[in-house]
């Protein structure tokens, strides 16, 4: 028996490929194996960046007794969630189901034939807190295992059954109008936190599907509510300590309600959403800040998310080396500062200086005397120059510091949510380096992650592609991504790539009965049931993500079947946006698009012209909820959308079209800037 992780292309599964458990990937030869010794299988589930799954493996995986005691008792999974979100989600669910709370490490037993039967997420080495010892847990199934066999199992096959039975109603309801929309405000509102930014109590985890939903409304209706509640959330997060105010980027959530201390991990996915909420708070309101963070944000993924194939990483760790030399791992020793660390590093007047301005108190606002950086909110004017001087300073010192372990794993619908969001902030800034590593990415998710049937592998590591297949995610944030390259850039075949990835969604991901969709395709690897959540958590679901990218395609290109498939998986929006509408964001501004047309923008116009420039950036630059836009001359069939649109006198002309009728063209940007609800502020600049 050996430890089989060493060939995997997962960081996480690397991690523990040195481990004295005799670690499986998963694979149906684990179960084989556990078929033929007779015994059960522990399958534990985490990803690299999680603290806890850290503790654990170093505390019970890496102990040579406890190691033996699996070996012998067990056939033992490793599965990093992220790689497999769909083994990841089942039995997710039968933990949630089971204890009614769930997350990572996650902790379940199975019988040989994936069925679940008993459940959990950290066990600690010893009890504490009422909780048994991993220990415990481990003689406790095997006890059980020997000597209730079949009862064990007959527990498995009630929990699979009961699993199936929560399989989700849904009929192809009517798509959600004013009246859903409306409700789903009132409910946001309920739930809004006035005094700190944000919905709900502690933790908190930045809202950015709601945020694209607030401001979609707000450009729709002229909700000064909706766009109050987005711009205060957005300036709170900034402020905090969530936000990096040295390097830019955003950690995973805050663990109070006030936004100061983070989990220190930094994701690809959040700060790709978040990027493109600011980039879309400053286009509606013209805000500063919001300019400023969108910029930092994409800066961050650049800098330190980019791999060296072009694509970009999943995540910085929590933790890192406390820098004592005693090879310690703390979570935030990265980030946080203590007064006299800033004396160190700057000199007594400019600490002073940088503690009041960054919060930093001498009893700390984190651990140990420490404080994470925040930005309060300050009476008179500080000289910006020499703020700017002490930021430097900072940054340098802190790149003195052991830096976080990063998840090299290029997952596909991240890239592709990263994509949208460089490509957006690269045009409106005039930032064509931004857009560059747009299109690297891009490029790398077509050559690598691609196959020559159009289906996409959901991860990569070092320019090598990994063995599990994309799951719908995967299929419609890379689409989201592709569309938004094309609108920016005016390149055809970004629009194609979108249009392949979405064929598969029609063809292998929707229920053709309901309209509803699921995570994983039809010929993916069977499951003990096939997982299917509409509901937005970290990243839009799949569900969500499908409909926003079929819908814009469908306006891109006139296509029915997408649009129908668009609308009829809205249906679950209608159903679900009143009642749970922090949980279906992205749903909602989907529908807000779907309520709004979308618009369909043609720019027509000579490449490099200043006309078409201008009218191209206004277009971009237009709050109407999920409008497309295609550039081009007039004799150009790169875009669809193209087709059959002159100059107007000759000269660089601008078509908007919605719901089959379109406005007169116009050659006048100002026209076009008020066609697309383009704010009276300063983002038109």
Partial sequence: MANRLAHETSPYLLQHADNPVDWWPWSAEAFEEARRRGVPVLLSVGYSSCHWCHVMAHESFEDRETAEYLNAHFVNVKVDREERPDVDAVYMEAVQAATGQGGWPMTVFLTPEEEPFYFGTYFPPAPRHGMPSFRQVLEGVRAAWADRRDEVTEVAGKIVRDLAGRELKFAAVDVPGEDELAQALLGLTREYDAARGGFGRAPKFPPSMVIEFLLRHAARTGSEGALQMAADTCERMARGGIYDQLGGGFARYSVDREWVVPHFEKMLYDNALLCRVYAHLWRATGSELARRVALETADFMVRELRTNEGGFASALDADSDDGTGSGRHVEGAYYVWTPEQLTEVLGEEDAALAAHYFGVTEEGTFEEGASVLQLPQHEGVFDAERIESVRDRLNAARAHRPAPGRDDKVVAAWNGLAVAALAETGAYFDRPDLVDAAIAAADLLVRLHLDERARLARTSKDGQVGANAGVLEDYADVAEGFLALASVTGEGVWLEFAGFLLDHVLARFVDEESGALFDTAADAEKLIRRPQDPTDNATPS?????????????????????????????????????????????????????????????????????????????????????????????????????????????????????????????????????????PATGATG
């Fill in 542 to 678: 799949g569900w969500s993500a499908a409909a926003g990218a079929l819908l814009s395609y469908a306006a891109h290109t006139g296509s029915a079947p997408h649009r129908t498939a668009a609308e009829r998986a809205l249906g679950v929006v209608k159903a679900l946006g009143p009642r749970a509408p922090r949980f279906i964001g992205w749903g909602l501004a989907t529908a807000e698009a779907l309520l709004d047309g979308p618009r369909e923008v043609a720019v027509v116009g000579p490449e490099g012209h200043p006309g078409t420039k201008e009218l191209h950036r206004a277009a971009l630059l237009g709050t109407a909820p999920g409008a497309v836009v295609a550039v081009g001359t007039t004799d150009s069939d790169e875009l669809p959308l193209l087709a059959d649109r002159p100059y107007v006198g000759g000269e660089p002309t601008a078509y908007v079209c919605r719901n089959f009728t379109c406005d007169a063209p116009t050659t006048d940007v100002d026209r076009l800037r008020t066609a697309l609800g383009s």
